[in-house]
């Protein structure tokens, strides 16, 4: 391909809002181009990046087994209402009207879409398992589009949705994804981890993320140093904590003026935070309710919002106000767990048997020391704390840290909970109907496009790995109305193209030899010939866009040379 006949519009403008290495590249190498919020278009650089991801995504499917189908981009509701999903969906899902009134959603997922194409079509045990992936356009109209491709609104993903007979051929086919899955990020070039996931109100067992580490991720993963032990934070446990009790147990009321923090209040009593509960209140979204919750926690922990809104099956928790707190009758501050009945809250399972707490006592100004947790019933204990780094590995003992993931994918033993809420059976070996037993299996087609760039770059521009880079070598002639260099160049571009190097020739007459590198850094090819003015002696140069190293090679050794470097 030459420069001077593809559309490359690259700017030095960057966009206002473009935080990330990602954003900016990609925009200001002509990439892709924002439409809206949270809508790119892909211009021909990005739709090359795009289907190379595509096509090694789908290989690796296709050699799993799983059959490539497409599902309509446009859904009709009533399959979202069959799942119940209409309803829990909240505002992600697009709704809209057509001219007959009907109402239609924006796939932001296609459990029901798969469901309904297999429901009746598929009858028999004897026909299972069967995998159905799709790479479609998605929509969720998230709350806050942001970083680009990162997270977008309309975006690519590829799904898969697998149906078995029975749960031990789920985690079968769950344990073949998660090595397709390690195929598809290694063969992308990228350094990835495979993490413990949260597997969300849709309660269920296995979940795993794969997350291409960046500093830039949103997501943060909880490592261990002594064994593989990988998690997101969403998900992540410890060894827990523990210390002796030293004082026996007296409950009493004690005068805390305005000593409302945690550190405010044991600094006051001469106090170790590690044994007072700590109140963290939220206010919880239902399908159609909100309430007011009260999360109890040791002082020296955080709460982990995800695992916090789980224990309550909530859909959404947000902070609750001051004045939201009072009207409720609680007492910011000093909110505490004993009096509480008829209102919901939970305790972090890590304070279960504990004692000698310090609490609040409900009342402004007052705390209660040497409280014992164990003489309270029908107590809710549930994991609900942020591990911090430094905490211990509950497999191994080793010491967890944290590390930065971009989510690029995410695999999930889903039960029967769609084919049961829309009634998709099989027949048994006994001619029992069964609803079918599924798995879903996502991966973040354009997402991956960004990750790439997060995990590659420098502050010049992007570095393609080599199985995404839309061309593998730039060849740069320095002076285009010279000649020698223009054909040098021509040949050189031929004996590449005839070797099936992807190629492309910086053949552009009015840009100067600084514009064209200046380019070669931004776009991000791995390598690049320079055809300059030590043609005349028969040398010219190949750069390699990741060190930026330049070596003079002979013309007769520049294509050879270029064929051992991207073996
Ligand atoms: P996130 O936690 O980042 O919102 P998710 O859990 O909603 O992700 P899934 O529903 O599991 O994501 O979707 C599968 C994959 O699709 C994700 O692993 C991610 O790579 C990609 N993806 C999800 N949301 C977006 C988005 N808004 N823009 C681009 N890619 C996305
Ligand atoms: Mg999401």
């Known amino acids: 391909m030459k420069f001077s006949k593809l559309f490359i519009p690259t700017t030095k403008e960057m966009p206002s809002d473009a935080s990330l290495p990602s954003h900016q590249f990609l925009v200001r190498g002509g990439f892709i181009a924002q439409t809206g919020a949270g809508i790119y278009d892909f211009m021909p650089l990005g739709k090359i990046v795009l289907e ?199 409950l009493e009321k004690v005068y805390t003026p305005a000593q409302k923090s945690i550190e405010e209040v044991n600094t006051y009593l001469g106090t170790d935070p590690f044994f007072s509960m700590k109140a963290v209140i939220k206010k919880a979204i239902y399908e159609n309710r909100k309430e007011i919750v009260v999360f109890f926690i040791r002082g020296v922990d955080e709460l982990e919002e995800t695992k916090a809104c789980n224990a309550l099956n909530a859909l959404e928790l947000v902070d609750a106000i001051e004045e939201e707190i009072i009207e409720v009758g609680l007492v910011p501050g000093y909110c505490g767990i004993n009096g509480l009945d008829g209102y919901t809250f939970v305790v972090d399972c890590e304070l279960q048997g504990e004692n000698n707490l310090v609490i609040g006592a409900n009342e402004v100004d007052y705390h209660y020391k040497g409280f014992d947790l164990s003489a309270l019933k029908d107590v809710k204990y549930f994991d609900l704390i942020a591990v911090k780094e430094g905490d211990i590995c509950a497999c191994c003992g080793g010491k967890l840290s944290y590390t930065k993931g971009i989510e690029a994918g995410h695999i999930f033993q889903l039960g029967d909970k769609y084919s049961k809420a829309m009634n998709a059976t099989f027949l048994d070996e006994n001619g029992k109907a069964k609803p079918f037993i599924m798995g879903c299996y996502g991966i973040g087609v354009s997402r991956l496009v960004a990750a790439v760039i997060e995990q590659n770059h420098d502050e010049k521009g992007c570095i393609w790995t080599k199985s995404t880079t839309p061309f593998m070598v730039d060849i740069i002639v320095s002076n285009s109305k010279n000649e020698d260099e223009k054909n040098m160049g021509e040949k050189i571009y031929e004996e590449l193209k005839a070797s099936n190097v992807e190629v492309i020739l910086d053949d552009r007459i009015n840009a100067r030899f600084g514009f064209k590198i200046g380019d070669f850094e931004l776009l991000g090819f791995p390598y690049a010939i320079i055809i300059g003015k030590k043609l005349l002696d028969g040398i010219v140069e190949i750069v390699d866009r990741k060190t930026l190293l330049k070596t003079e090679v002979k013309i007769e050794e520049v294509v050879s040379k270029i064929l051992n470097l991207i073996k």
């Open 52 to 250: 190379k991801i595509r096509a090694i995504v789908k290989k690796e499917m296709d050699e799993a087994g799983a059959n490539e189908v497409q599902f309509g981009f446009v859904t009709p509701l009533t399959l979202w209402q069959e799942s119940g999903r209409a309803l829990t969906m909240g505002s992600e899902l697009l709704r809209f009207k057509d001219r007959k009134n009907g109402e239609f959603v924006l796939s932001p997922t296609n459990e029901e879409a798969v469901v309904n194409m297999v429901k009746n079509r598929v009858t028999s045990y004897k026909d299972l398992p069967l995998h159905l992936y799709q790479i479609n356009t998605k929509f969720r109209d998230e709350a806050r589009p942001r970083f680009g491709l990162m997270r977008g609104r309309e975006f690519l993903m590829k799904d898969g949705y697998s149906f078995h007979s029975s749960e031990e051929d789920l985690v079968r086919e769950f344990n073949l994804m998660e090595e397709t899955y390690k195929k598809v990020y290694t063969k992308l070039g990228l350094d990835f981890r495979v993490v413990e996931a949260d597997s969300g109100a849709i309660g269920g067992s296995g979940s795993k993320e794969f997350h291409v580490l960046a500093s830039s991720g949103e997501d943060t993963i909880v490592v261990c140093d002594g064994c593989n032990y990988a998690a997101n934070i969403e998900a992540a446990v410890r060894k827990p904590n523990k210390k002796e009790v030293l004082d026996s147990s007296v």
